[in-house]
């Protein structure tokens, strides 16, 4: 789709955060350059433990003790560097220009006050004046994700079930009308129907309104249905990124290759479906040097082992892998003799 001028866009870059461990401060996220480009969504993917969450927390500079932001900017247009907010500033700008909800936000509702009142406190303590047009729209909002929003506003949270608690959330994302937006697993509670519709319905405010979306997910199939780009995570770095319908349907690097191998549904064949051996590195087991995938990686060459790879973009893809490097580097070579010498080119196509 085309992206909406109006929408701010969010740029990552060099970002690092760490965790206190007993083997000492470990990181998470390693040096993370991302950019959300304006009124798009960005779909971040990667299996368990690949710092999806702790890069979203990053958007609010949330990111708790024992962990810590290291190095690096989160840049927003209209708010600058999140990373540099502090306090009351901090505190303004989490809801209302950042929209978001956390992995497992379901079980972050107070227990003791109806949605509603909840709503209503969320607007005051954002200076929101007109409270009835704030509810009105959150009736509206619950009401698209097929909720009678009215009984929803007057429940308590055990009132509802983990589905309809993952929709108020959403719904309280949103209703701030902040204009970046961050939802982290917002619909793991939900069936696959539910999972797509409530996702479309994402879609659909994410239009209307002009936004900047990140949403991550572990479900590489549901992604598809709603995002613009796709990034990859695996131990902490971003290994590709790129638009969706792209790097799904010819994924570079080898990590995406086997995420989209392990799903029916995008390899077109069930038959075909491979799990990805292997298990994803802790913070503990993660190289000190070289690939981070390297231990499960089907391409592997020497120099995997002692040099970590770098982002390179080329043709609006980003990808940091060696194997990639190298043919690219073949392919420009190959581009280049054909240019030169059209015999040559022709002479090692053919041989
Ligand atoms: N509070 C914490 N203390 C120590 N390690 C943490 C903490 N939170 C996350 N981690 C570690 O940081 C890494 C990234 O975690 P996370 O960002 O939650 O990944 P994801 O969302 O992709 O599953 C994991 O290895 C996880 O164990
Ligand atoms: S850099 Fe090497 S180990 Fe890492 S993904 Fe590429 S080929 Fe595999
Ligand atoms: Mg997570």
Known sequence: MTPNPTAPAVRVRGLTVVYKTP?????????????????????VVGESGSGKSTLALCLLNAVQSPGRIAAGSVEIDGLGDVVELGGEELRRARGRHVGYVFQAAQNSLNPLK????????????????????LVRDAKDLLARMGMDGARVLDSYQHELSGGMRQRVGIMLALVLNAKVVVLD???????????????????EVHDERGLTTLVITHDVGAVAEVADNLAVMYGG??????????????????????LIRAIPRLSGDISLARALPGRPPTLGTLPAAGCVFRERCDRRMDVCDTVEPVPRTRDGRTVACHAVDAADADADADAGAADRTPTTARRKEYA
Do not use: C, F, W
Request: glycine share 10%; charged share 20%; aromatic share 2%.
């Open 185 to 203: 697993e917002p619909t793991t509670a939900l069936d696959m129907i539910t999972q797509a519709t409530i996702l479309r319905i994402v879609r």
């Open 114 to 133: 109806t949605i509603g009142k909840q709503l209503l406190d969320l607007g005051r303590s954002h200076g929101v004046e007109d409270l009835r047009a």
């Open 23 to 43: 083997m000492g401060e470990l990181p998470a996220v390693s040096n993370v350059d991302l950019t959300l480009a304006p009124g798009t969504i960005t779909g």
């Open 237 to 258: 770095r971003v290994v590709e990124h790129g638009p969706v319908m792209e790097v799904l349907g010819s994924p570079r690097h080898p990590y995406t290759r086997g």
